[in-house]
């Protein structure tokens, strides 16, 4: 049982675009979210998180948006660089227990000139 | 800055072999993790420890065993290997979980390859 969903395997835009990553989830007791960056033979890392308190959450070239009603989140970076090459894992907590995070299964981005 | 560093990056074990995945971290975190991530799928969690002494199981236990003898080193033990713990094996760690930093969240190691034939 898949809880939190990123039914994208991979997208390609062109650099300069904008790059949109989806995520969706089940579990309504999901309230705090956060997107990790994947290198190739490297762990993740911490890109940007947002509480279910807030909508939107902006760091520079990332913002993500939270659609609680819908259960939906997305990642738009803009604009796209080809440093941005990797794969994106979605993530969530739930409130009853904040020593877990629950992955979504990664959408690869290609980032071509 | 060494972050959190695990060993050995690759290995091949046999059915029935047993090894430990080594996880240290530098950087005084009381929260550790142990991640396994199949191909296609996201990073499912198998231990945890919230401190020296404390450990819990998490979504993937079966197979696995863990200790926490000191805060900077977390184990990963498999006893009897199986084709099934194929797999890339990732240590984290992390602060106490503060979920009003957004900045204060989980690092991870590079990783470990694990192949059993």
């Known amino acids: 049982d898949q809880q939190v969903k990123q039914n994208s395997p991979s997208l390609s835009v062109q650099e300069g675009r904008i790059s949109i990553l989806n995520c969706d989830y089940t579990?309504?007791?999901?309230?705090?979210f956060l997107w990790y960056k994947k290198y190739p033979a490297e762990g993740p890392t911490f890109l940007i998180s947002?509480?279910?308190?807030?909508d939107k959450n902006e760091d520079g070239r990332f913002t993500v948006f939270l659609n609680k009603s819908a259960k939906h989140l997305s990642l738009h970076i803009v604009p796209s660089q080809p440093g941005d090459s990797a794969v994106y894992f979605c993530?969530?907590?739930?409130?009853?227990?904040?020593?877990?995070?629950?992955f979504g299964t990664g959408t690869r981005l290609q980032v071509f000139p | 800055n060494a972050g959190v560093t695990q060993t050995p990056k690759f290995r091949i074990l046999k059915i029935g072999q047993s090894m430990t995945l080594q996880c240290t971290q530098d950087?005084?975190?009381?929260?550790m993790y142990w991640y396994r991530q199949d191909p296609g799928m996201g990073l499912k969690l198998i231990y945890y420890?919230?401190?020296?002494?404390?450990?819990d199981k998490g979504e993937v236990p079966n197979g696995y065993n863990v200790s926490r003898s000191t805060t900077e080193d977390f184990p990963l033990r498999l006893e009897l290997a199986a084709p099934s713990q194929t797999s890339v094996y990732f240590c984290?760690?992390?602060?106490?979980?503060?979920?009003?930093?957004?900045?204060?969240?989980?690092?991870f190691g590079e990783g470990s390859w694990l192949t059993v034939v």
């Open positions: 984290a760690s992390s602060y106490s979980w503060d979920r009003g930093h957004s900045g204060n969240t989980i690092y």
């Open positions: 579990n309504s007791m999901f309230d705090y």
């Open positions: 947002i509480s279910s308190i807030k």
């Open positions: 993530a969530a907590s739930p409130s009853y227990n904040t020593d877990k995070l629950i």
């Open positions: 950087m005084n975190h009381n929260y």
């Open positions: 420890s919230v401190g020296a002494g404390i450990t």
